[in-house]
């Protein structure tokens, strides 16, 4: 197999690769939007409020940043199995069973680094906000609202390590062909299979479509930068 | 609010995205847990359409090693097991996880070696021999080290030779926790000797400074088999499905299915089932 392989593939419009790459981007595009819709609001709260333990739930967020993809595949195993608790869902082994580890994934990713952001803008609007008599709930969505734009740069950390990881999906997926086989699963296998060539080629691809969803996501900031005055 | 109307559809999106994935294809289709042999060397993907043609149903095959697999099938992950270490698999239905076993197809496993040769083994016919000359040299060995089908063969092996570098963990044994074709790999880097089924490597692209160096020795036959995973154990097993690919895999039809798939010529597994009437 040449260098080209993987080339080949996707100028011949090969079916089963497509297949593949669209899975790949709905599964981390689903997993990233659930995170967010769980971390941002998630992070805004911890960002604004006091309570007791605080501190501790702070370094609890930054620190499950660094969740093993293996550790949160195994779990969600263990969970969604036929002999887990929620074994009467048949999760395992679907795409929804990638989505959900995922999720879990990314969701403190995204959660710690909102708390972060939110409580920078929250020192700098402090004072206006207060005077204005602002809730609290009132509060959180004023400034996700005032921090898109680094909240976007945020989704895209959050989905580049969904998109990035292999050790989860592998696990609760079972990378099986034309299912759940995703392009990272796909790159282990072929280099399992000795396809080294058509692995690095996949590679290849996997790192064009991360930078391409980044360069789009950069395009719609610059001009909603523009646009919003 | 924008922000909120935002979320929700996002929301909607991400749960649709959910429903959306597992209901695809799922009424007519069972999960197989097999071996790695048996997806890298691609006779899945040869004989599973066939089957797939002649009966509508779609089999999703998660590749794992054999005792990963049972497992998978004790725990009720998969509704069909297509594995090979025959004692084991006995012991599985014996423990009434599997509902009967059927002998499929065979193939052999081959010792790999480096073309330096540093153990002096090559075209040996006798494979005892082989590992205790490995041995005696300390030539670098890739176990899979990962409870399959081709490292309980390895240990056995090792064990026949009256030799157990898998206790003893000298330098050149490299156990490496991984499949067939990651073994292969390994020992294509370090050129050390690996056990291996011969499916797997005729199909293997990166043999590189690899040969085989031991073959032929009976003792290196490898059968495969398959089971029904037990409904009484697991009330979702679909045991009309499973039993429909059991059956074809035995008959003649699947039977020379198995026997038409080859790569460059070289027929890959050979089918042994026993005649059904």
């Known amino acids: 197999m040449d260098a080209g392989g993987a080339l080949d593939l996707i100028l011949a419009g090969d079916a089963s690769l497509f297949a593949i790459v669209r899975l790949s981007l709905i599964v981390s595009l689903s997993a990233t939007l659930l995170a967010a819709v769980v971390g941002m609001p998630l992070g805004a709260l911890v960002g604004l409020t006091s309570f007791p333990g605080r501190h501790a739930v702070v370094v609890l967020l930054n620190g499950l940043m660094g969740l093993p993809p293996v550790v949160v595949g195994l779990a969600v195993f ?4 036929r002999s887990g608790p929620l074994g009467d869902l048949g999760l395992l082994f ?9 999720t879990v994934l990314i969701a403190p990713i995204i959660a710690a680094l909102s708390r972060q952001v939110i409580e920078d803008l929250w020192a700098e609007y402090r004072d206006e906000l207060t005077a204005m008599e602002v809730g609290p709930l009132a509060r959180v969505k004023a400034l996700l609202w005032d921090a898109r734009f680094s909240l976007v740069t945020i989704l895209l950390a959050g989905f580049g390590r969904a998109a990035a990881e292999v050790g989860a999906v592998m696990i609760v997926g079972g990378n099986i062909d034309g299912f759940t086989r ?20 996949l590679g290849i691809v996997l790192i064009s479509l991360t930078m391409a969803i980044n360069a789009l996501a950069w395009g719609i900031r610059r001009w909603s930068e523009c646009h919003a005055g | ?14 749960a649709a995205g959910l429903a959306a994935a597992p209901t695809t294809a799922q009424d007519m289709s069972i ?5 790695t042999s048996t997806q890298d060397s691609g006779l899945f993907g040869h004989i599973l359409p066939l089957f797939k043609k002649r009966t509508g149903i779609d089999v999703k095959v998660v590749a794992q090693g054999t005792g990963q697999a049972l497992d998978t099938g004790r725990r009720g992950d998969a509704d069909v097991l297509f594995v090979h270490a025959k004692p084991q698999e006995e012991k599985f239905v014996t423990d009434g996880f599997g509902v009967k076993r059927y002998d499929v197809m065979y193939n052999d496993f081959v010792l790999i070696g480096p073309k330096s040769d540093p153990a002096k083994v090559k075209s040996g016919k006798d494979i005892i021999q082989a590992l205790k000359a490995i ?36 330098a050149w044994y490299r156990e490496i926790g991984q499949g067939m074709g990651a073994a ?10 690996v056990l291996a089924d011969r499916g797997t490597w005729i199909s293997f692209k990166n043999k590189d400074q690899l ?62 089932a026993a005649p059904t009437g």
Do not use: C
């Open chain 1, 78 to 81: 263990l969970l969604l199995s």
């Open chain 1, 94 to 102: 679907t795409p929804a069973a990638m989505v959900v580890a995922q």
């Open chain 1, 182 to 201: 995703v392009m990272t699963t796909t790159i282990a296998l072929e280099t399992s299979k000795g396809n080294l060539s058509l692995a690095v080629g």
């Open chain 2, 1 to 14: 609010m924008r922000i909120r109307h935002l979320a929700v559809a996002l929301a909607a999106m991400a």
């Open chain 2, 31 to 35: 999960v197989v847990a097999s071996t």
């Open chain 2, 135 to 170: 041995h005696d040299k300390g030539a670098a060995f890739v176990s899979r080290g990962d409870k399959s089908g081709t490292h309980s063969a390895e240990l056995r092996l090792w064990k026949d030779a009256g030799l157990d570098p898998a206790g003893a963990k000298p």
């Open chain 2, 184 to 193: 292969l790999n390994t020992a294509s880097a370090m050129g050390g000797y």
């Open chain 2, 211 to 272: 040969e085989i160096s031991v073959e032929g020795d009976k003792r290196l036959f490898n059968q495969y088999g398959i089971m029904l995973v037990n409904p009484e154990k697991h009330g979702h097993v679909k045991k009309d499905l499973g039993q429909q690919l059991i059956d074809w895999i035995v008959s003649a039809e699947g039977q020379k299915a198995i026997r038409d798939y080859k790569i460059d010529g070289q027929q890959l597994f050979f089918p042994n």
